[in-house]
Protein backbone atom coordinates (compact mmCIF):
# COMPACT_ATOMS: atom_id res chain seq x y z
CA UNK A 1 0.00 0.00 0.00
CA UNK A 2 1.54 3.28 -0.85
CA UNK A 3 2.38 5.93 1.29
CA UNK A 4 0.62 9.18 1.59
CA UNK A 5 2.26 12.70 1.29
CA UNK A 6 -0.27 15.20 1.66
CA UNK A 7 1.02 18.76 1.16
CA UNK A 8 -1.13 21.76 2.30
CA UNK A 9 -0.30 25.88 1.77
CA UNK A 10 -0.54 28.35 4.32
CA UNK A 11 0.29 32.25 4.69
CA UNK A 12 -0.33 33.25 1.01
CA UNK A 13 -0.97 31.46 -2.18
CA UNK A 14 1.52 31.06 -5.20
CA UNK A 15 4.28 29.35 -2.84
CA UNK A 16 5.04 26.83 -5.35
CA UNK A 17 3.45 23.97 -4.12
CA UNK A 18 2.99 22.11 -6.73
CA UNK A 19 6.75 22.78 -7.78
CA UNK A 20 7.95 21.47 -4.21
CA UNK A 21 5.69 18.26 -4.54
CA UNK A 22 6.92 17.53 -8.11
CA UNK A 23 10.43 18.37 -7.11
CA UNK A 24 9.91 15.69 -4.07
CA UNK A 25 8.30 13.46 -6.67
CA UNK A 26 11.41 13.25 -8.43
CA UNK A 27 13.97 12.88 -5.45
CA UNK A 28 11.96 9.91 -4.29
CA UNK A 29 12.27 8.62 -7.76
CA UNK A 30 16.11 9.57 -7.60
CA UNK A 31 15.57 7.32 -4.35
CA UNK A 32 14.49 4.33 -6.98
CA UNK A 33 10.88 4.94 -5.53
CA UNK A 34 7.74 4.56 -7.55
CA UNK A 35 5.54 7.75 -7.26
CA UNK A 36 2.48 9.56 -8.24
CA UNK A 37 1.13 12.94 -8.05
CA UNK A 38 -2.65 14.19 -7.12
CA UNK A 39 -4.08 17.78 -6.60
CA UNK A 40 -7.24 18.26 -4.90
CA UNK A 41 -8.26 21.56 -5.75
CA UNK A 42 -10.84 23.64 -4.03
CA UNK A 43 -12.92 25.36 -6.55
CA UNK A 44 -16.53 24.95 -7.58
CA UNK A 45 -16.01 24.40 -11.44
CA UNK A 46 -16.20 20.62 -11.85
CA UNK A 47 -12.79 20.68 -13.79
CA UNK A 48 -10.72 23.40 -15.35
CA UNK A 49 -11.59 23.39 -18.88
CA UNK A 50 -14.07 25.76 -18.53
CA UNK A 51 -12.11 28.64 -17.05
CA UNK A 52 -10.37 31.21 -18.50
CA UNK A 53 -6.42 31.12 -18.88
CA UNK A 54 -6.71 34.77 -17.63
CA UNK A 55 -7.96 32.94 -14.37
CA UNK A 56 -6.44 29.74 -14.36
CA UNK A 57 -3.02 29.30 -16.49
CA UNK A 58 -3.20 26.74 -18.93
CA UNK A 59 -5.25 23.68 -19.00
CA UNK A 60 -3.26 20.30 -18.74
CA UNK A 61 -5.01 17.70 -21.09
CA UNK A 62 -3.82 13.64 -19.58
CA UNK A 63 -3.60 10.71 -22.19
CA UNK A 64 -7.49 9.66 -20.82
CA UNK A 65 -8.73 12.88 -22.18
CA UNK A 66 -8.95 14.86 -18.45
CA UNK A 67 -8.37 18.39 -18.56
CA UNK A 68 -6.87 19.33 -15.01
CA UNK A 69 -4.58 21.80 -13.28
CA UNK A 70 -1.50 23.19 -14.82
CA UNK A 71 0.50 21.80 -11.97
CA UNK A 72 -0.24 18.23 -13.15
CA UNK A 73 1.97 19.54 -16.15
CA UNK A 74 4.73 20.33 -13.71
CA UNK A 75 3.91 16.86 -11.94
CA UNK A 76 4.58 15.18 -15.32
CA UNK A 77 7.60 17.29 -16.30
CA UNK A 78 9.88 16.41 -13.16
CA UNK A 79 8.32 12.63 -12.94
CA UNK A 80 7.85 11.62 -16.63
CA UNK A 81 4.73 9.64 -15.13
CA UNK A 82 1.97 10.34 -17.39
CA UNK A 83 -1.20 11.92 -14.87
CA UNK A 84 -4.27 10.07 -15.77
CA UNK A 85 -7.89 11.88 -15.02
CA UNK A 86 -7.68 9.75 -11.30
CA UNK A 87 -4.83 12.74 -10.51
CA UNK A 88 -7.09 15.70 -10.46
CA UNK A 89 -10.26 16.64 -8.90
CA UNK A 90 -12.06 19.73 -7.58
CA UNK A 91 -14.99 20.52 -5.21
CA UNK A 92 -16.89 20.84 -8.09
CA UNK A 93 -16.00 17.19 -9.54
CA UNK A 94 -16.83 15.66 -5.75
CA UNK A 95 -19.95 18.07 -5.36
CA UNK A 96 -21.70 16.69 -8.71
CA UNK A 97 -21.11 12.93 -8.11
CA UNK A 98 -22.47 12.96 -4.65
CA UNK A 99 -25.24 15.12 -5.61
CA UNK A 100 -25.63 12.47 -8.58
CA UNK A 101 -25.50 9.44 -6.26
CA UNK A 102 -28.05 11.46 -3.89
CA UNK A 103 -30.56 11.69 -7.12
CA UNK A 104 -29.69 8.00 -7.81
CA UNK A 105 -31.16 6.80 -3.80
CA UNK A 106 -27.44 5.25 -3.45
CA UNK A 107 -27.75 6.74 -0.01
CA UNK A 108 -31.20 5.30 0.95
CA UNK A 109 -32.38 7.90 2.56
CA UNK A 110 -30.07 9.29 4.14
CA UNK A 111 -29.51 12.72 5.51
CA UNK A 112 -26.80 14.17 2.88
CA UNK A 113 -23.87 16.22 5.00
CA UNK A 114 -20.35 17.39 4.03
CA UNK A 115 -19.34 15.22 6.74
CA UNK A 116 -19.38 12.06 6.06
CA UNK A 117 -20.79 11.82 2.69
CA UNK A 118 -18.59 14.54 0.98
CA UNK A 119 -15.64 13.69 2.83
CA UNK A 120 -16.01 9.94 1.71
CA UNK A 121 -15.79 10.85 -1.43
CA UNK A 122 -12.92 12.37 -1.25
CA UNK A 123 -11.35 9.44 0.58
CA UNK A 124 -12.54 7.47 -2.26
CA UNK A 125 -10.48 9.49 -4.79
CA UNK A 126 -7.32 9.45 -2.43
CA UNK A 127 -7.52 5.73 -2.73
CA UNK A 128 -7.65 5.24 -6.28
CA UNK A 129 -4.73 3.26 -7.19
CA UNK A 130 -3.01 2.64 -3.68
CA UNK A 131 -1.58 -0.46 -4.61
CA UNK A 132 0.08 0.95 -7.40
CA UNK A 133 2.79 2.65 -6.41
CA UNK A 134 5.52 3.27 -3.37
CA UNK A 135 4.47 7.08 -2.50
CA UNK A 136 1.62 9.20 -3.54
CA UNK A 137 1.81 12.74 -3.12
CA UNK A 138 -1.12 14.30 -2.84
CA UNK A 139 -1.18 18.62 -2.93
CA UNK A 140 -4.01 20.26 -1.93
CA UNK A 141 -5.15 23.35 -3.96
CA UNK A 142 -5.63 26.97 -2.23
CA UNK A 143 -4.23 28.19 1.63
CA UNK A 144 -5.32 26.37 5.07
CA UNK A 145 -8.25 28.49 6.14
CA UNK A 146 -9.76 28.84 2.78
CA UNK A 147 -13.76 28.00 3.42
CA UNK A 148 -13.69 25.70 0.50
CA UNK A 149 -10.89 24.23 0.96
CA UNK A 150 -12.15 23.25 4.64
CA UNK A 151 -14.28 19.60 3.20
CA UNK A 152 -10.32 18.51 1.82
CA UNK A 153 -8.65 19.23 4.61
CA UNK A 154 -10.79 17.40 6.85
CA UNK A 155 -10.91 14.11 4.60
CA UNK A 156 -7.12 14.42 4.52
CA UNK A 157 -7.28 14.17 8.41
CA UNK A 158 -9.48 11.44 8.73
CA UNK A 159 -7.76 9.52 5.79
CA UNK A 160 -4.65 9.17 7.78
CA UNK A 161 -6.55 8.70 10.61
CA UNK A 162 -8.05 5.22 9.09
CA UNK A 163 -4.74 4.48 7.89
CA UNK A 164 -2.30 2.64 10.06
CA UNK A 165 -0.05 5.11 12.02
CA UNK A 166 3.25 6.01 9.83
CA UNK A 167 1.41 5.61 6.47
CA UNK A 168 0.45 9.37 5.99
CA UNK A 169 2.22 12.62 6.43
CA UNK A 170 1.97 16.13 6.50
CA UNK A 171 3.64 18.72 4.29
CA UNK A 172 2.90 22.45 4.55
CA UNK A 173 4.46 25.42 2.61
CA UNK A 174 4.59 28.94 4.16
CA UNK A 175 6.39 31.83 3.66
CA UNK A 176 9.15 33.72 5.79
CA UNK A 177 8.66 37.14 5.10
CA UNK A 178 11.43 39.95 5.49
CA UNK A 179 11.34 43.27 6.93
CA UNK A 180 14.31 45.17 5.57
CA UNK A 181 13.90 47.48 8.13
CA UNK A 182 14.75 45.55 11.21
CA UNK A 183 16.57 43.00 8.64
CA UNK A 184 14.37 39.95 9.91
CA UNK A 185 12.90 37.49 8.68
CA UNK A 186 9.19 37.04 10.61
CA UNK A 187 8.16 33.86 11.70
CA UNK A 188 4.32 34.68 12.76
CA UNK A 189 2.51 34.29 9.70
CA UNK A 190 3.82 30.33 10.11
CA UNK A 191 3.34 29.72 13.24
CA UNK A 192 -0.04 31.17 12.73
CA UNK A 193 -0.64 28.87 9.32
CA UNK A 194 0.33 25.99 11.38
CA UNK A 195 -2.24 26.77 14.40
CA UNK A 196 -4.75 27.21 11.93
CA UNK A 197 -3.80 23.54 10.68
CA UNK A 198 -3.66 21.94 13.88
CA UNK A 199 -7.21 23.65 15.17
CA UNK A 200 -8.53 20.93 12.04
CA UNK A 201 -6.56 17.95 13.77
CA UNK A 202 -3.68 18.23 11.26
CA UNK A 203 -0.13 18.07 12.57
CA UNK A 204 2.30 19.12 9.74
CA UNK A 205 5.64 16.73 9.99
CA UNK A 206 7.87 18.87 7.56
CA UNK A 207 7.42 22.55 7.23
CA UNK A 208 8.69 24.11 3.99
CA UNK A 209 9.77 27.48 4.32
CA UNK A 210 10.10 30.13 1.56
CA UNK A 211 12.10 32.73 1.97
CA UNK A 212 14.41 35.54 0.20
CA UNK A 213 16.68 35.41 2.70
CA UNK A 214 18.77 32.18 4.44
CA UNK A 215 16.90 31.30 7.72
CA UNK A 216 19.22 31.65 10.79
CA UNK A 217 19.75 29.11 12.94
CA UNK A 218 17.84 30.60 15.48
CA UNK A 219 15.03 31.00 13.71
CA UNK A 220 15.15 27.52 12.15
CA UNK A 221 14.88 26.99 16.02
CA UNK A 222 12.28 29.14 17.13
CA UNK A 223 9.91 27.57 14.22
CA UNK A 224 10.67 24.14 15.08
CA UNK A 225 9.79 24.91 18.87
CA UNK A 226 6.52 26.59 18.26
CA UNK A 227 5.26 24.68 15.46
CA UNK A 228 6.03 21.62 16.92
CA UNK A 229 8.35 20.12 14.38
CA UNK A 230 11.29 18.97 14.25
CA UNK A 231 14.45 20.80 13.14
CA UNK A 232 15.32 19.09 10.25
CA UNK A 233 11.74 19.22 8.83
CA UNK A 234 12.03 22.76 8.89
CA UNK A 235 13.18 22.88 5.06
CA UNK A 236 14.43 26.21 3.34
CA UNK A 237 12.66 27.11 0.20
CA UNK A 238 14.58 29.73 -1.60
CA UNK A 239 14.09 31.62 -4.64
CA UNK A 240 15.79 30.17 -7.73
CA UNK A 241 16.49 30.73 -11.13
CA UNK A 242 15.22 28.04 -13.17
CA UNK A 243 12.65 25.48 -11.88
CA UNK A 244 14.64 22.98 -12.66
CA UNK A 245 17.19 23.60 -10.09
CA UNK A 246 14.03 22.52 -7.44
CA UNK A 247 14.99 18.90 -7.00
CA UNK A 248 18.78 19.71 -6.74
CA UNK A 249 18.22 22.18 -4.43
CA UNK A 250 15.53 20.60 -1.90
CA UNK A 251 17.54 17.62 -2.39
CA UNK A 252 20.61 20.06 -0.40
CA UNK A 253 18.50 21.35 2.07
CA UNK A 254 17.43 17.62 3.35
CA UNK A 255 13.59 17.34 1.86
CA UNK A 256 13.86 14.02 0.85
CA UNK A 257 15.52 12.85 3.77
CA UNK A 258 13.25 14.87 6.00
CA UNK A 259 10.38 12.84 4.26
CA UNK A 260 12.06 9.23 4.28
CA UNK A 261 13.23 9.96 8.36
CA UNK A 262 9.37 11.20 8.89
CA UNK A 263 8.18 7.72 7.57
CA UNK A 264 10.82 5.81 9.80
CA UNK A 265 12.47 4.57 6.20
CA UNK A 266 15.84 3.90 7.44
CA UNK A 267 18.58 3.05 6.14
CA UNK A 268 16.85 5.87 3.33
CA UNK A 269 18.33 4.13 0.00
CA UNK A 270 20.94 7.01 -1.87
CA UNK A 271 20.17 9.09 -4.06
CA UNK A 272 20.78 8.74 -8.01
CA UNK A 273 20.73 12.43 -9.09
CA UNK A 274 22.92 12.59 -12.68
CA UNK A 275 19.38 13.32 -14.45
CA UNK A 276 18.98 16.11 -12.20
CA UNK A 277 22.78 17.42 -12.60
CA UNK A 278 22.41 17.02 -16.13
CA UNK A 279 19.73 19.14 -16.61
CA UNK A 280 21.24 21.80 -14.02
CA UNK A 281 24.62 21.81 -16.51
CA UNK A 282 21.84 22.11 -19.75
CA UNK A 283 19.77 25.63 -18.39
CA UNK A 284 22.79 27.26 -16.72
CA UNK A 285 25.88 26.33 -19.41
CA UNK A 286 23.90 27.25 -22.41
CA UNK A 287 26.38 28.00 -25.90
CA UNK A 288 23.88 30.19 -27.44
CA UNK A 289 21.11 32.00 -27.70
CA UNK A 290 17.73 32.03 -30.04
CA UNK A 291 14.84 34.52 -29.39
CA UNK A 292 11.76 32.93 -30.36
CA UNK A 293 7.84 34.71 -30.35
CA UNK A 294 5.09 33.37 -29.60
CA UNK A 295 2.23 35.03 -31.04
CA UNK A 296 -0.81 34.77 -29.01
CA UNK A 297 -3.86 35.92 -27.11
CA UNK A 298 -2.83 35.60 -23.67
CA UNK A 299 0.38 36.65 -23.55
CA UNK A 300 0.02 39.17 -20.56
CA UNK A 301 -0.16 35.95 -18.46
CA UNK A 302 2.92 33.40 -18.72
CA UNK A 303 1.26 30.48 -17.19
CA UNK A 304 -1.61 30.40 -19.82
CA UNK A 305 0.58 28.73 -22.30
CA UNK A 306 3.02 27.17 -19.63
CA UNK A 307 3.96 23.83 -20.94
CA UNK A 308 4.59 25.53 -24.64
CA UNK A 309 7.44 28.00 -22.64
CA UNK A 310 8.54 24.71 -20.98
CA UNK A 311 9.03 22.58 -24.06
CA UNK A 312 10.91 25.82 -25.54
CA UNK A 313 13.31 25.68 -22.52
CA UNK A 314 13.55 21.55 -22.99
CA UNK A 315 13.95 22.47 -26.54
CA UNK A 316 17.27 24.66 -26.26
CA UNK A 317 18.54 22.08 -23.62
CA UNK A 318 18.72 19.43 -26.13
CA UNK A 319 20.31 22.27 -28.37
CA UNK A 320 22.86 23.48 -25.67
CA UNK A 321 21.18 27.11 -26.27
CA UNK A 322 19.16 29.61 -24.04
CA UNK A 323 15.39 30.12 -25.45
CA UNK A 324 14.23 33.79 -25.37
CA UNK A 325 10.27 33.83 -25.21
CA UNK A 326 8.86 37.20 -26.33
CA UNK A 327 5.50 37.10 -26.02
CA UNK A 328 3.58 39.16 -29.15
CA UNK A 329 -0.07 39.85 -28.67
CA UNK A 330 -1.37 38.81 -32.41
CA UNK A 331 -4.53 41.27 -31.64
CA UNK A 332 -1.74 44.54 -32.45
CA UNK A 333 -1.42 43.56 -36.25
CA UNK A 334 -4.56 41.88 -37.35
CA UNK A 335 -5.21 44.96 -39.37
CA UNK A 336 -1.49 45.84 -40.01
CA UNK A 337 1.38 44.66 -41.32
CA UNK A 338 2.78 41.99 -39.12
CA UNK A 339 6.49 42.75 -40.20
CA UNK A 340 7.92 45.12 -37.58
CA UNK A 341 6.62 43.13 -34.77
CA UNK A 342 7.97 39.66 -35.85
CA UNK A 343 11.08 40.92 -37.26
CA UNK A 344 13.94 39.65 -35.46
CA UNK A 345 13.02 36.60 -34.13
CA UNK A 346 14.38 33.49 -34.92
CA UNK A 347 11.31 31.27 -34.82
CA UNK A 348 7.86 31.60 -34.33
CA UNK A 349 4.83 29.95 -32.82
CA UNK A 350 2.00 30.64 -32.62
CA UNK A 351 0.31 28.19 -29.69
CA UNK A 352 -3.60 27.00 -29.04
CA UNK A 353 -6.48 28.77 -28.65
CA UNK A 354 -10.35 29.49 -29.11
CA UNK A 355 -12.71 32.19 -30.16
CA UNK A 356 -11.92 34.75 -33.12
CA UNK A 357 -9.76 37.43 -31.41
CA UNK A 358 -6.29 37.60 -32.89
CA UNK A 359 -6.61 35.37 -35.54
CA UNK A 360 -6.35 37.64 -38.29
CA UNK A 361 -3.06 38.55 -36.48
CA UNK A 362 -2.31 35.13 -36.17
CA UNK A 363 -2.68 34.01 -39.79
CA UNK A 364 0.06 37.13 -41.05
CA UNK A 365 2.21 35.56 -38.59
CA UNK A 366 1.92 32.18 -40.83
CA UNK A 367 1.86 34.09 -43.38
CA UNK A 368 5.10 36.04 -42.60
CA UNK A 369 6.50 32.93 -41.54
CA UNK A 370 6.00 31.20 -44.89
CA UNK A 371 7.18 33.99 -47.05
CA UNK A 372 10.59 34.95 -44.80
CA UNK A 373 11.57 31.65 -44.50
CA UNK A 374 10.89 31.35 -40.59
CA UNK A 375 10.52 28.34 -38.61
CA UNK A 376 7.16 28.03 -37.84
CA UNK A 377 5.29 25.65 -35.41
CA UNK A 378 1.61 25.96 -35.30
CA UNK A 379 0.12 24.00 -32.37
CA UNK A 380 -3.74 23.38 -32.75
CA UNK A 381 -5.61 26.78 -33.77
CA UNK A 382 -1.68 27.56 -35.01
CA UNK A 383 -1.67 25.16 -37.36
CA UNK A 384 -5.41 26.15 -38.15
CA UNK A 385 -4.15 29.34 -38.86
CA UNK A 386 -1.75 28.25 -41.17
CA UNK A 387 -3.52 26.23 -42.87
CA UNK A 388 -6.00 29.04 -43.19
CA UNK A 389 -3.35 31.29 -44.41
CA UNK A 390 -2.04 28.73 -47.24
CA UNK A 391 -5.58 28.58 -48.28
CA UNK A 392 -6.33 32.60 -48.91
CA UNK A 393 -2.50 33.55 -50.11
CA UNK A 394 -1.62 30.59 -51.82
CA UNK A 395 -4.24 27.98 -53.37
CA UNK A 396 -6.40 31.14 -53.89
CA UNK A 397 -9.64 30.76 -51.63
CA UNK A 398 -9.72 34.44 -50.58
CA UNK A 399 -12.60 33.64 -48.27
CA UNK A 400 -11.19 30.75 -46.34
CA UNK A 401 -12.06 30.41 -42.66
CA UNK A 402 -13.05 28.88 -39.38
CA UNK A 403 -16.52 27.62 -38.68
CA UNK A 404 -15.26 28.59 -34.91
CA UNK A 405 -16.13 31.88 -36.42
CA UNK A 406 -19.01 31.89 -38.30
CA UNK A 407 -21.42 32.36 -35.19
CA UNK A 408 -24.12 34.28 -36.30
CA UNK A 409 -26.37 31.85 -37.71
CA UNK A 410 -27.59 32.09 -41.80
CA UNK A 411 -24.48 34.48 -42.06
CA UNK A 412 -21.69 32.68 -43.57
CA UNK A 413 -18.46 35.06 -43.50
CA UNK A 414 -16.06 32.14 -44.75
CA UNK A 415 -15.70 29.18 -46.75
CA UNK A 416 -14.67 26.66 -43.89
CA UNK A 417 -11.30 25.02 -44.35
CA UNK A 418 -12.01 24.37 -40.43
CA UNK A 419 -14.85 22.63 -39.45
CA UNK A 420 -16.89 21.72 -36.93
CA UNK A 421 -16.08 17.87 -36.03
CA UNK A 422 -18.92 15.86 -36.16
CA UNK A 423 -17.48 12.77 -35.39
CA UNK A 424 -14.73 11.06 -34.87
CA UNK A 425 -13.30 6.87 -33.65
CA UNK A 426 -11.90 6.56 -30.10
CA UNK A 427 -10.87 3.39 -29.43
CA UNK A 428 -13.11 1.51 -31.55
CA UNK A 429 -16.23 3.40 -31.11
CA UNK A 430 -17.37 6.34 -32.83
CA UNK A 431 -17.82 9.91 -30.77
CA UNK A 432 -20.43 12.17 -32.01
CA UNK A 433 -20.52 15.83 -31.76
CA UNK A 434 -23.04 18.68 -32.04
CA UNK A 435 -22.27 22.43 -33.09
CA UNK A 436 -24.43 23.09 -29.97
CA UNK A 437 -23.42 20.79 -27.28
CA UNK A 438 -22.11 21.53 -23.93
CA UNK A 439 -19.05 23.58 -23.96
CA UNK A 440 -17.51 21.48 -20.44
CA UNK A 441 -15.70 18.28 -21.67
CA UNK A 442 -17.56 17.69 -24.95
CA UNK A 443 -14.12 18.06 -27.12
CA UNK A 444 -11.68 15.90 -28.86
CA UNK A 445 -9.47 15.15 -25.70
CA UNK A 446 -6.82 13.13 -25.13
CA UNK A 447 -4.44 10.55 -26.77
CA UNK A 448 -4.73 9.84 -30.19
CA UNK A 449 -2.73 8.19 -32.46
CA UNK A 450 -1.64 9.46 -35.71
CA UNK A 451 0.23 8.39 -38.95
CA UNK A 452 2.96 10.38 -40.32
CA UNK A 453 3.78 9.84 -44.44
CA UNK A 454 6.85 8.36 -44.69
CA UNK A 455 9.83 11.02 -46.00
CA UNK A 456 8.20 13.87 -44.63
CA UNK A 457 10.00 16.52 -42.38
CA UNK A 458 7.78 15.36 -39.49
CA UNK A 459 8.78 11.75 -39.91
CA UNK A 460 12.24 12.39 -40.15
CA UNK A 461 11.84 14.56 -36.58
CA UNK A 462 10.19 11.85 -34.62
CA UNK A 463 12.46 9.29 -36.13
CA UNK A 464 8.97 6.95 -36.99
CA UNK A 465 5.85 7.31 -38.66
CA UNK A 466 3.22 6.04 -35.68
CA UNK A 467 2.87 8.44 -32.67
CA UNK A 468 0.44 9.35 -30.39
CA UNK A 469 -0.30 12.49 -28.92
CA UNK A 470 -2.73 14.46 -26.73
CA UNK A 471 -5.73 16.77 -28.04
CA UNK A 472 -7.99 19.01 -27.32
CA UNK A 473 -10.00 20.80 -30.12
CA UNK A 474 -13.49 21.32 -31.10
CA UNK A 475 -12.80 22.15 -35.05
CA UNK A 476 -10.42 20.49 -37.42
CA UNK A 477 -9.07 21.14 -41.03
CA UNK A 478 -11.51 19.62 -43.05
CA UNK A 479 -10.01 16.84 -45.30
CA UNK A 480 -12.20 17.57 -48.51
CA UNK A 481 -9.91 20.65 -49.38
CA UNK A 482 -6.82 18.22 -48.88
CA UNK A 483 -6.06 18.19 -53.02
CA UNK A 484 -6.49 21.59 -53.48
CA UNK A 485 -4.01 23.05 -50.42
CA UNK A 486 -1.26 19.62 -51.28
CA UNK A 487 -1.57 21.03 -55.07
CA UNK A 488 -0.35 24.74 -53.24
CA UNK A 489 2.45 22.90 -51.75
CA UNK A 490 0.96 22.65 -48.25
CA UNK A 491 1.50 18.82 -47.17
CA UNK A 492 -0.69 16.56 -45.14
CA UNK A 493 2.07 14.85 -43.42
CA UNK A 494 0.21 13.51 -40.51
CA UNK A 495 -3.17 11.99 -40.77
CA UNK A 496 -5.75 9.97 -37.98
CA UNK A 497 -4.91 6.38 -38.96
CA UNK A 498 -8.89 6.47 -40.75
CA UNK A 499 -7.10 9.17 -42.55
CA UNK A 500 -10.09 11.67 -42.36
CA UNK A 501 -8.37 14.10 -39.60
CA UNK A 502 -5.59 16.19 -40.52
CA UNK A 503 -3.24 16.07 -37.87
CA UNK A 504 -0.09 17.83 -39.50
CA UNK A 505 0.67 19.88 -42.25
CA UNK A 506 4.06 20.94 -43.30
CA UNK A 507 5.90 23.30 -46.40
CA UNK A 508 8.12 21.54 -47.76
CA UNK A 509 9.74 24.32 -49.70
CA UNK A 510 10.61 25.69 -46.19
CA UNK A 511 13.42 25.48 -43.98
CA UNK A 512 10.73 24.41 -40.52
CA UNK A 513 7.24 24.78 -40.99
CA UNK A 514 4.88 22.20 -39.23
CA UNK A 515 1.42 22.75 -37.35
CA UNK A 516 0.16 20.19 -35.71
CA UNK A 517 -3.39 19.60 -34.04
CA UNK A 518 -2.32 18.27 -31.16
CA UNK A 519 -0.46 19.25 -28.11
CA UNK A 520 3.18 17.94 -28.29
CA UNK A 521 4.16 20.48 -25.48
CA UNK A 522 2.47 18.62 -22.81
CA UNK A 523 4.40 15.30 -23.25
CA UNK A 524 8.14 17.29 -23.17
CA UNK A 525 10.05 16.66 -20.25
CA UNK A 526 13.65 18.36 -19.01
CA UNK A 527 15.38 15.43 -19.27
CA UNK A 528 13.24 13.97 -22.48
CA UNK A 529 12.69 17.11 -24.87
CA UNK A 530 10.04 16.65 -27.28
CA UNK A 531 11.54 15.84 -30.54
CA UNK A 532 9.52 19.25 -32.43
CA UNK A 533 10.39 21.34 -29.92
CA UNK A 534 14.19 20.18 -30.15
CA UNK A 535 14.02 20.22 -33.71
CA UNK A 536 11.98 23.43 -33.76
CA UNK A 537 15.07 25.08 -31.46
CA UNK A 538 17.27 23.32 -33.94
CA UNK A 539 15.97 24.76 -36.53
CA UNK A 540 15.88 28.60 -34.87
CA UNK A 541 19.57 27.97 -33.96
CA UNK A 542 20.32 27.58 -37.88
CA UNK A 543 18.55 30.77 -38.66
CA UNK A 544 20.34 32.64 -35.71
CA UNK A 545 23.46 31.79 -37.91
CA UNK A 546 22.10 32.96 -40.64
CA UNK A 547 21.49 36.70 -39.34
N1 LIG B 1 -10.31 26.53 -31.12
C1 LIG B 1 -9.74 25.47 -31.89
C2 LIG B 1 -10.57 24.21 -31.84
O1 LIG B 1 -11.39 24.02 -30.98
C3 LIG B 1 -8.34 25.18 -31.45
C4 LIG B 1 -8.28 24.61 -30.09
C5 LIG B 1 -6.90 24.68 -29.49
O2 LIG B 1 -6.05 25.40 -29.99
N2 LIG B 1 -6.66 23.98 -28.41
O3 LIG B 1 -10.39 23.35 -32.66
Redesign the pocket.
Known amino acids: MARYIFITGGVVSSLGKGLASAALGALLQARGYSVRLRKLDPYLNVDPGTMSPFEHGEVFVTDDGAETDLDLGHYERFTGVPARKTDSVSSGRIYSNVLEKERRGDYLGKTIQVVPHVTNEIKEFLAIGEDEVDFMLCEIGGTVGDIEGLPFFEAIRQFAHDKPRGQCIFMHLTLLPYLAASGELKTKPTQHSVKELQSIGIAPDILVCRSEHPIPEKEREKIALFCNVRKQCVVAAYDLKSIYEAPLAYHDQGLDQAVLDAFGISPAPAPKLDVWHDVYDRIHNPEGKVKVAIVGKYTQLEDAYKSIAEALTHGGMANRVKVKIEWVDAELFDREDAAPFLQGYHAILV?????ERGTEGKIKAAQFAREKKIPYLG??????MAVIEAARNVAGMEKAG?E?FDHEAGKKRFEPV?YH?KEWVQGNHMVARKADDDKGGT??LGAYDATLTEGSKVAEVYGGTAIEER??????VDVKYRDTLEKAGLKFSGMSPDGKLPEIVEWNDHPWFIGV?F?PELKSKPFAPHPLFADFVRAAVETSRLV
Open positions: PGGFGICLGMQSEVLMRHRHRYEQH
